[in-house]
């Protein structure tokens, strides 16, 4: 294997080793770190990225680094949307009462009056990923979506199980931060 950062690797030979190392992670990667491995710049890799996701390469960026969404049909995860709404102060009980009950949460969702539907991916699943996600903002000093529309959201959570997602928004509901007909 080659020492990393020894030699600029080019083109599709450098996207189809980010593939091959995506596809080979359990954990996400940071653009630095697969820029440091293929020496180029981090712009060079966010544009390799979108390449590879026009490929349509389950790619997905993440406060944590990009992974590749290997879809295994033998661990089929449920999937469920479900609508919140909190203030900014709430994001982390939010979040960890989520990954408290098993339960990732892949994506949030809001309505924005001119772009529509903004998705970007959390990609969380313990309350260490949530606390990084969150420092994270706070670093970037980087607004919350759900800032845009009043604390109204939508999240995307999948689980090894319907049980452990019904048991997640119980806890969101006895939190007061599931929306329902009566906010």
Known sequence: MMEEGSKKIYGNERREMLLSLLKNSTAPITGSKLAEITNVSRQ??????????????????TSQGYMYMNISPVNQ????????IHTREQAKE????IVDHGVTVKDVTVEHPVYGDLTASIMVSNRQEVQAFL?????????????????????????????AIKKAEDALRAAGILLNEKN
Request: charged share 20%; aromatic share 0%.
């Open 94 to 97: 939010e979040l960890n009462i």
């Open 44 to 61: 060079v890799i966010v544009g390799d990225i979108t390449l590879l996701k026009a490929r349509n390469e389950p790619i997905i960026a």
């Open 135 to 163: 420092d994270k903002i706070k670093k970037t000093n980087a607004a919350l979506l759900a800032d845009l529309t009043s604390g109204i959201h939508l999240h995307t959570l999948t689980a090894s199980s319907e049980a």
């Open 77 to 84: 995860m449920m999937k469920k949307t479900i609508a919140c």
